[in-house]
């Protein structure tokens, strides 16, 4: 979930009922209670942050974004955080930015090997800290405050001890700058690499992505499951548009199209066709760009709405009412593009007819609202057939 912090085509966000749907596209066999949970995720983000390095450098990018924000206090808070930031720590935290400037200063100009040692040990502290928050879930700034009052209270105390505590010797000193210039080129140098892998990943993707497009879409679908969404939902959309024309043109059983009953707002959600495979059932949706998620949000994520199934039910029916046929949708992701979602094919949908196709909104949780814990609302729904 660490990369659902941005729009993805993976159709990840921050929430744990996303986690238990992927896992079980992942693993259609997944135990019962899904003792086997975290680790089948894991090994997929793996997957995802191999393949695509530069969905982490994006996610890694917002959540930057957004302590910055916690840290000067300019953020709305979320609930159920138990962390919050204080004045106090928005002083120390302004204040890095000098702090910093200072201790290298001073110790280009009269340092020891044992400063410098100080300060970058600190660093690497202060990211080890940080990592929680810029990798997972930047409301968790626990740690984030340990370390602006390290770098701002203890490296400063630690360079200045040996730098002014110690007569200026021109050897120290030299060496001192050694170390920082070797630091920066490693630093540098790890960065090239990082850059010349992202570039590789990148061209085997775009590589990856022209040959499933030439593909016919069904037997992509059939053969890549709900992995065909990862290239679909990365197209611009003239192209996805081609494709979905293509999917709906065939007579084939495994596609069912709309026929009609659709309600609520169709220019933001306006399911186009459904494909059913041996063990799973996926449906192409138009969604608009006029979603609005509340602020603040109502709970730790980044998912407001879901799109559910329900086999030859009403129009009326709600994802309380077929609890374990939805998905929810990532905040990001309602962008004026078509997108593919994926659930594991249950019984009662393997051989089912016709599906309504709805999408709703999140108005409010608690636990009066079973058995989901939350009030949905209706974006738009439509009938779906074979």
Not at 13 to 30: E, K
Not at 220 to 236: G, K, S, T, W
Not at 247 to 275: C, H, K, M, Q, Y
Request: aromatic residues 10%.
């Amino acid at each position: 979930m660490s990369v659902g912090y941005v729009s993805n085509p993976f159709n990840i966000a921050w929430r744990d009922p996303i986690g238990y749907v992927h896992a079980r596209l992942i693993s259609p066999n997944l135990a019962p209670g899904y003792p086997a949970l975290q680790s089948t995720l894991y090994r997929e983000y793996l997957k995802v942050v191999f393949s695509r390095p530069w969905l982490l450098l994006q996610n890694v990018a917002a959540k930057a974004v957004r302590v910055h924000r916690l840290a000067m206090r300019q953020a709305e808070r979320l609930p159920d955080v138990a962390v919050w930031q204080q004045p106090a720590h928005v002083r120390f935290y302004e204040a890095l930015p000098f702090v910093l400037a200072g201790c290298f200063a001073l110790m280009w100009w009269r340092g020891t090997p044992e400063a410098v040692a100080i300060c970058i040990a600190s660093l690497g502290l202060a990211a080890a800290a940080s990592a929680g928050a810029v990798i997972v879930f930047p409301d968790y700034i626990g740690g984030v405050q340990g370390a602006i009052v390290v770098l701002a209270v203890v490296m400063p105390v630690g360079v200045a001890s040996y730098v002014l505590e110690r007569p200026s010797e021109r050897s120290t000193t030299a060496l001192a700058r050694r170390m920082i210039i070797c630091t920066g080129v490693l630093a540098l140098t790890a960065l090239v690499i990082g850059s010349v892998f992202v570039a590789i990943q990148w061209a085997r993707y775009r590589a990856f992505q022209e040959q499933t497009i030439a593909r016919d879409p069904l037997e992509a679908i059939e053969e890549q499951q709900f992995r065909y969404a990862h290239v679909f939902n990365d197209l611009p959309v003239a192209r996805q548009g081609r494709l979905l024309a293509r999917l709906i043109a065939t007579d084939d059983r495994r596609v069912a199209r709309v026929v009609g009953l659709r309600t609520g707002n169709s220019d933001l959600f306006r399911p186009e066709a459904l494909v059913r495979t041996a063990n799973q059932l996926h449906v192409i949706a138009w969604m608009g760009a006029s979603f609005h998620a509340p602020v603040p949000p109502l709970y730790q994520g980044t998912a407001h709405s879901l799109v559910f199934f329900c086999v030859e039910c009403s129009a009326q029916s709600t994802v309380n009412d077929f609890p374990f046929t939805s998905t929810m949708i990532n905040d990001l992701d309602w962008q004026g593009r078509y997108r593919m979602y994926s659930i594991p094919l249950t019984d009662p949908l393997k051989n089912a007819a016709s599906f309504q196709v709805s999408a709703e909104q999140v108005l409010a949780v608690g636990p009066q609202y079973e058995p989901t814990g939350i009030l949905p609302g209706l974006i738009a729904s439509a009938r779906i057939a074979y």
